[in-house]
């Protein structure tokens, strides 16, 4: 059965970049057609797709987050990574790492990750 | 604001259906059968409902049902339940590099 996890650290200081691991169990990232991305959801609010990477490495990104963010692969790992650069308040949110074919995803646990000094 | 838009909220008494719609575009939910319905318990991970417009993942009471008639997908819930209370979310495959929208979210409350 298919697991997701996400690990990383829960406060990180503005400016700095915000990295996240989702590991994978129960499915191989480099050997599924499946695309493998991030969400996030700020207290409160809804939604807000971050970007994939697709078991090819072709990435997509959302347009508002585009020039800050990278998702990659390891393989190796069976792990797939988010870093998020120059956080401000604004990118306070519980992170979701999931797996999906077109919007049928399957998700992680979620990790609260809070920027502040 | 979202790029789908769906009501802020909906209310219906246990027994009774209710149903929350979800509107896009000829773009994404108008171009594809792409769409999904996601619920959401405060302090949870959002769980699949719908996906692919219509269909039901195993394990999803047939309560749940959905369709979808030009850019406006719906969400129906029969029967409504005190468990059914809770955050819905919709999302749609779109065309581009965008791959994934979202709509705003609907929280559905059990009177």
């Known amino acids: 059965q298919l697991q997701l996890q996400e690990s990383g650290p829960g406060l990180v200081k503005p400016s700095e970049t915000l990295s996240l691991t989702c590991t994978v169990s129960g499915d191989s990232i480099s050997s599924s057609s499946y695309y493998w991305g991030w969400i996030r959801q700020p207290p409160g609010k809804g939604l807000e797709w971050i970007g994939s990477i697709y078991f090819s490495g072709s990435t997509y990104y959302n347009p508002s987050l585009r020039s800050r963010v990278t998702v990659s692969v390891d393989t190796s790992k069976n792990q797939f990574s988010l870093k998020l650069r120059s956080v401000t308040a604004a990118d306070t949110a519980v992170y979701y790492c999931?797996?999906?074919?077109?919007?049928?995803?399957?998700w992680g646990q979620g990790n609260l990750v809070t920027v502040s000094s | 604001q979202s790029a789908l838009t769906q009501p802020a909220s909906v209310s219906g008494s246990p027994g009774q259906s209710i149903t929350i719609s979800c509107t896009g575009t000829?773009?994404?939910?108008?171009?594809?059968?792409?769409v999904s319905w996601y619920r959401q318990h405060p302090g949870k991970a959002p769980k699949l409902m719908i996906y692919d417009v219509t269909n039901r993942p195993s394990g999803v009471s047939n309560r749940f049902s959905g369709s979808k008639s030009g850019n406006t997908a719906s969400l129906t819930i029969s029967g409504l339940q005190a468990e059914d209370e809770a955050d819905y979310y919709c999302s749609s495959y779109t065309s581009g590099s965008t791959l994934v929208l979202f709509g705003g979210g609907t929280k559905l409350t059990v009177l």
């Open positions: 000829s773009s994404d939910v108008g171009g594809y059968n792409y």
């Open positions: 999931m797996r999906h074919i077109y919007v049928n995803m399957v």
